[in-house]
């Protein structure tokens, strides 16, 4: 079945730094990836997505790019800040109505000041 | 973006008594409800899949009888625990998404349920 593989936290940076976060899929269909977000005790949120390959997901800086030919959607920030520290789940929908998203193990990013 | 509430954010009960949590669409008719729980620092579990007017969807594992799930409008569902148990305790999410294809899920703002 579909799925998702994303890398393994936590993921610490300091202010400023660079962010990558690696998400593969694995789909029979033409699925649609997603990145959430969840702060401490709180649900998820919606940060980005993308419907087809080569579209680019994009928002509050983050960014990342549906790439079909490597089934990943990894997940971009080129200055990250204390506030992004969270949760961040990939996940994709295989577009049938009716079913649910597919969520990626989640990655825990701190970053300090 | 859309907004999913669900309510209560957080709620304490003694073993054996029951709670209910409600997921509400506010803003767009949700075919279908799902429902979540997660662990500490872990993902989510999908429990049960819930179409309006029909009997939820589980998932393999999930006690249907203890976890009792209504969709009885296309912006309600609710989740039962029923004798609840400290295992149960959690962080439950619920997850709605309108009818088209293509559309990201909205998430609740989740239930901490402590069960003592």
């Known amino acids: 079945g579909d799925s998702v593989t994303q890398m393994e936290g936590p993921v610490t940076l300091s202010e400023e730094a660079f962010l990558t976060i690696n998400c593969t899929y694995t789909a029979t269909g033409y699925p649609s990836l997603f990145w959430y977000v969840q702060y401490p005790g709180e649900g998820l949120q919606l940060l980005l997505k993308?419907?087809?390959?080569?579209d680019k997901g994009s928002n509050k800086g983050f960014e990342a790019t549906y790439r079909k030919e490597t089934t990943s959607f990894h997940l971009e920030k080129g200055s990250v800040q204390v506030s992004d520290s969270a949760v961040y789940f990939c996940?994709?929908?295989?577009?049938?109505?009716?079913?649910?998203?597919?969520f990626g193990k989640g990655t825990t990013l701190s970053v300090s000041s | 973006g859309a907004v999913v509430s669900q309510h209560p954010s957080w709620v304490i009960c003694k073993s054996g008594t029951s709670v209910k949590i409600e997921c509400r669409s506010l803003?767009?008719?949700?075919?279908?409800m799902f429902w979540y729980r997660q662990f500490p620092k872990q993902s989510l579990m999908l429990m049960a899949t819930s179409n309006e007017g029909s009997k939820a969807t589980y998932e393999q594992g999930v006690e249907k009888d203890k976890f009792l799930i209504n969709h009885a409008s296309l912006t309600l569902s609710t989740l039962t625990v029923t004798s609840a148990h400290p295992e149960d305790s959690s962080f439950y999410i619920c997850s709605a998404r309108e009818g088209r294809r293509n559309t990201e899920a909205f998430f609740g703002q989740g239930t901490r349920l402590t069960v003592v």
């Open positions: 803003d767009f008719q949700a075919t279908t």
């Open positions: 996940a994709l929908s295989d577009n049938q109505a009716g079913t649910a998203l597919i």
């Open positions: 993308a419907t087809k390959a080569d």
